[in-house]
C-alpha cells in the first residue's frame, strides 16, 4: 500500500466505523513499508504486515488522539463545573438578594398602608396642638386678668385698711363727743345759779 495514498482511513472496529486524521503520519508509513521490504518475502505477506504494522500504527495513533480528547473533556468538564459552581455562587448571591429585596418591599408596603393612619394622627396632633396654643393663649389671659384682680384686690384692701382706720377714728370721735355731750348735759352746781337768777 503506498504512503501518498488519503490521509483519512477508515477503520472497521467494534462494528463501526470511524474517520481517524493521518495527516503528518506519513513519515511513519514510509519506514514501517521500509521495514517490510527488507524480508525476502512474498508481496503477499509484505502487504499483509504492512496492513497490519498500518493498522497498529493507526490504532496507536487514534488512541493518542483519544486521550488527548479525553484530556481535552475532561478539562472541558473541570472548566464547566467549576462554571457551574460559580454560577451556582451567583444565583445563591441573587436569591438573596431578591429575598433581601422582598423584605424591603414588604418593609415599605407596610410603610405605605401606614401612611394614611400616619396622616390622620398627624392631623390629630395638629388639632391637639391649636387647642394647646388656644389654651396657653386662655391661661395667658386668664394670669393677666387675675394679676389685674390681685392688683385691685390690694388697692381694695389698702382702701378698706384706710376706711377701717377712718371708722375707728370716727368712732372713737363719736364716742368721745357722745361722752362730752352727756357730760354737757349733767346738770352741773353751778346751773343751779342760772336758774336761780331766772
Known amino acids: 500500500m503506498s504512503t501518498q495514498q488519503s490521509s483519512q482511513i477508515d477503520i472497521n472496529q467494534d462494528g463501526r466505523e470511524r474517520s481517524l486524521d493521518t495527516t503528518g503520519l506519513d513519515h511513519i508509513f514510509k519506514w514501517a513499508s521500509e521495514v517490510v521490504t527488507e524480508d525476502s518475502e512474498d508481496s503477499r505477506v509484505r502487504i499483509a504486515k504492512e496492513k497490519r504494522i498500518r493498522k497498529e500504527v ?24 467549576r ?18 429585596i422582598k423584605q424591603i ?8 398602608q401606614q401612611i394614611p393612619a400616619l ?28 394679676t389685674k384682680l390681685k392688683v385691685e384686690r390690694d388697692y381694695l384692701e389698702g382702701i378698706l385698711v384706710t376706711a377701717e382706720s377712718e371708722n375707728s377714728r370716727l368712732a372713737r370721735l363719736l364716742k368721745t363727743t357722745k361722752e362730752e355731750l352727756a357730760e354737757a348735759k349733767t346738770p352741773k352746781w353751778w346751773h343751779f345759779l342760772f336758774e336761780w337768777r331766772k
Not at 64 to 81: P, T
Not at 83 to 99: G, H, M
Not at 105 to 112: E, G, V
Not at 119 to 146: F, H, N, P, W
Open 105 to 112: 418591599m414588604l418593609t415599605q408596603l407596610y410603610s405605605l
Open 58 to 81: 493507526v490504532e496507536i495513533v487514534q488512541r493518542a488522539q483519544e486521550d488527548k480528547v479525553l484530556a481535552e473533556a475532561q478539562n472541558e468538564v473541570s472548566y464547566l463545573q
Open 119 to 146: 396622616e390622620q394622627e398627624l392631623k390629630e396632633l395638629r388639632s391637639i396642638q391649636c387647642e394647646k396654643d388656644s389654651a396657653v393663649t386662655e391661661r395667658r389671659y386668664l394670669m393677666d386678668g387675675l
Open 83 to 100: 462554571r457551574v459552581i460559580a454560577l451556582l455562587t451567583k444565583l445563591q448571591e441573587v436569591l438573596e438578594e431578591n429575598s433581601l
